[in-house]
């Protein structure tokens, strides 16, 4: 499946805006794109090793917190977007 | 500020002619231009997104326009903030706003509010608005905008950029989610670089303000689909514009289970508070006068740069490249027996990058207290400043 990088974590992911990733789940994917770029890891996961509170994970239209979660079964058509907030616009 | 009942019943001959265009379409028309006059718009923030914004909701005969912030326009503002202009440079951005505005239509209403949003003054500010336009640039601002239109029931038209990337939404509508239900929580400072530190793409603030713009006259006119319960990802390089739904969470401590009842302490919610200052006063810093008086007597320096590559380019003191994501894997390029003296922009990437090279055992190291951009000031103005 694909996965989408965004903006602000390209730096973490050698710059690039999507990855192909094999995988049967949501977390699954996430745990692939992980282990080729763990430096991404803290900026998704805290320390308990819990989805952070400011980065959602969509799959296609839906946020998974409204599946289930990172157990929420993917096929290899679906892609998968890492949603962080931003907050520029007055400066 | 007028109520209700005082609000304009009717158009003069010379606001007809200029709104012939919305008048002669049926989604628009004179009931339509009638409650755009009549509507007021708090616009937070008159910088990226407020400029268009600003100009398109006064250009569209919004009768009343009001407009907080406190800074004061300088030039690295102008690549995208075009409500101002070369000369406006030194002037506080809300008189350079307030004439903008008038230039382009007398007739709108601009309330200026010269302050800093805040918990204290959010929910008096916002009472005489139906609609806040959220063109902030911080997380602290941006949960107290969402919090405050919460507790007052207002929507709030939320757009938010970073480097050509962009978000916009509607939130806090009656039915709909708001910015907590998306995120509960802002990210650590430091995690997510800012604008001034990630740049943005000067067109952005373009397109995402004009969303924002257009999804607040549809909130007026009462007409199409709102951006209620979907966030719109702008991706200007690519120009692809996606979709994602969102939901109003039960949990939702704001608009869910109304736990919050008044606006709390956002710059501690966002963890701001005793966050690290760029090094100052610190042992090891090194003023720039410092520098070029030690460089000048010849004393064997070592100039280490902490910047991008790219910045490298605007500008250099002929120092040594290693940006500060690589210096962990490039540490062997530095000689620990040399002084080094280390710089970034302004001071910060630098002071990180002394604090790392003092924890791995170098003893000689500086940081050269506000960067380049002091050095342009202070020592060698011909260094252009960024």
Known sequence: MKILIPTPLRQFAAGQSAVEVPAGTVGEAVQALLSSHPELRRHLYNDQGKLRAFVNLYLNEDDVRYLQHEQTPVADSDTLSIVPSIAGGRG | MASIAERPAAL?????????????????????????????????????????????????????????????????????????????VGRKKLDSAAESIAGINPNVDVRKFE????????????????????????????????????????????????????????????????????????????????????GVLGILPG?????????????????????????????????????????????????????????????????????????????????????????????????????????????????????LKELPQRMGELDPAREIVVHCKMGGRSAKAVEFLKQQGFTNVHNLVGGINAWSDRVDPKVPKY
Request: aromatic fraction near 6%; glycine fraction near 10%.
């Open chain 2, 207 to 323: 397109l995402v303000g004009i969303i924002q713009a257009t999804e607040a006259i549809k909130l007026i006119l009462g007409s199409g689909e709102p951006l209620v319960g979907r966030l719109l990802l702008v991706d200007a390089l690519s120009m692809r514009f996606r979709e994602l739904k969102l939901r109003k969470n039960p949990d939702c401590p704001a608009c869910g289970t109304r736990t919050i009842t008044k606006l709390i302490d956002y710059e501690q919610f966002c963890g701001i508070r005793g966050e690290e200052k760029p090094a100052t006063g610190n042992i090891g810093d090194m003023t720039p006068e410092e520098l070029k008086e030690r460089l000048d007597r010849g004393d064997n320096l070592f100039v280490l740069d902490v910047r991008e590559p790219h910045e490298y380019q605007i500008c250099n003191l002929g120092g040594h490249l290693i940006p």
């Open chain 2, 115 to 198: 302050a800093r949003l805040t918990s204290d003054n959010a929910l008096d500010i916002f009472r005489d608005f139906d609609i806040v336009v959220d063109g902030t640039d911080n997380f602290a601002t941006r949960y107290l905008v969402n919090d405050a239109c919460v507790l007052t029931g207002k929507p709030n038209v939320y757009g938010s950029i970073f480097r050509f990337e962009g978000q916009a939404s509607v939130f806090a509508t009656q039915e709909g989610p708001c910015y907590r239900c998306l995120y509960p929580e802002p990210p650590p400072p430091g995690l997510v670089p800012s604008c001034a530190e990630g």
């Open chain 2, 12 to 88: 003069t001959n010379d606001e007809i002619l200029r709104y012939s265009r919305h008048l002669i379409m049926p989604e628009v028309g004179m009931e339509g231009q009638l409650k755009l006059k009549q509507a007021r718009v708090l616009c937070v923030g008159a910088g990226g997104l407020g400029s268009p914004l600003a100009l398109y909701l006064a250009a569209a005969g919004v009768g009343t326009l009001g407009i907080v912030d406190f800074d004061v326009v300088d030039f690295t503002n102008l690549q995208r903030q075009i409500l101002h202009s070369t000369a406006d």
